[in-house]
């Protein structure tokens, strides 16, 4: 190769390298925000589902507090409707439990292919940067080469 031309190469690696270390920085960006974002999605999803469980909870001191306060029925119709309510929160609880399972497992997952697939380009871009550098070192060393080649040997 000519100097001229080795030279041409050198800029547009350096170009390429600058380019990559860009792309690489954008990346690790990205998967900073994901994890933030996936942090403040579950931070949210738990507020939320203790809100609806005190909810849930609050309906079922209110149905005990009715049960408990009428006087007109006797200890066991009282004890049957007791039961009644305690099996329904107990329903309710483990439904709002499955659901919110499901939502924490697809959460996760939709998280994990997001962070997969950036990782995935991260690790492409760290690839091809390794190649451009060592592109980049090995014209360094031929024009070094070059030069030592052509030098005056005085004897």
């Not at 920085?25 to 990205?30: F, P, R």
Request: net charge neutral; hydrophobic share 35%; glycine share 0%.
């Amino acid at each position: 190769m000519t100097w001229a031309t080795i030279s041409l190469r050198k800029m547009e690696l350096k170009n390429r390298i600058n380019q990559l270390e860009s792309e690489a920085i954008q990346i690790s960006q990205e998967l900073q925000t994901a994890s933030r974002e996936s942090s403040q999605e579950q931070q949210m999803t738990n507020l939320t589902s203790n809100y609806q469980q005190s909810l849930m909870y609050a309906d079922y001191e209110k149905a005990m507090d009715a049960i408990n306060s009428n006087k007109k029925i006797d200890a066991s119709k009282k004890q049957e409707a007791i039961m009644k309510v305690q099996q329904r929160y107990n329903q309710n609880a483990n439904v709002f439990s499955s659901i919110n399972e499901s939502k924490a497992s697809s959460l996760k997952n939709v998280t994990d292919a997001k962070t997969k697939a950036i990782e995935a380009r991260k690790e492409q871009v760290e690839t091809q940067l390794k190649a451009a550098n060592a592109e980049y070192e090995s014209l360094g060393q031929a024009m070094d080469n070059d030069i030592q080649k052509s030098a005056i040997k005085l004897a």
